[in-house]
């Protein structure tokens, strides 16, 4: 990195730090005061228990939670790839998840949300590593949309 990268990037951080710029993560940072505040809704299937896994991961397990989050999940699959003699090589796994946090005391929402997001997987091997790789596909959308989640919740004023 040359002396006047350096001077750009220390000079840009400095602008940042004078306009009141905070870290989410960092003392004072918005994310400091959701942890263990916000309980999640009871999964119904797989793909809600790893959303609901990511979503204690960054937002903590509810401890003292004076807020509730409650996620809706759908989940579509288009074919994407074909061979040549017509079968289906490779799927598009697209989710969307409607959400909505109220406060525990008086169910008023304080925040919502929708979030897209989608992954892919391969269907050209048997039909146990296919249906291994779907599970695996869902799984990371699911990770996907609740990292969206967590950042939306994040950067807000709950």
């Known amino acids: 990195m040359s002396l006047s990268d350096r001077r750009a990037f220390l000079a ?3 602008a940042l730090a004078g306009c009141g710029f905070t870290p989410v993560y ?20 797989e793909e809600g228990f790893a959303l609901v896994r990511r979503l204690e991961e960054r937002l903590g ?22 061979l040549p003699d017509g079968e ?3 799927f598009n796994v697209v989710g969307e998840v409607a959400w909505q946090v109220a406060r525990v005391s008086d169910g008023a929402v304080v925040a919502n949300g929708a979030e897209r997001g989608f992954t892919s997987y391969s269907a050209t091997s048997t039909t146990v590593a296919t249906a291994f790789a779907q599970r695996d596909a869902r799984r990371r959308l699911m990770v996907i949309l609740a990292d969206r989640i ?6 807000r004023e709950l």
């Not at 397990?61 to 579509?76: F, P």
């Not at 967590?150 to 950067?155: F, H, P, R, V």
């Open 88 to 90: 289906i090589s490779r």
């Open 61 to 82: 397990i509810a401890e003292a939670a004076d807020l509730n989050l409650q996620a809706d999940i759908r989940i579509t699959e288009d074919s994407v790839g074909f």
């Open 12 to 14: 840009a951080f400095a």
């Open 150 to 155: 967590a950042s939306d919740l994040m950067t």
């Open 26 to 45: 960092g003392p004072g940072g918005s994310a400091e005061g959701l942890r263990g505040r916000i309980d999640i809704v009871d999964p119904a299937d």
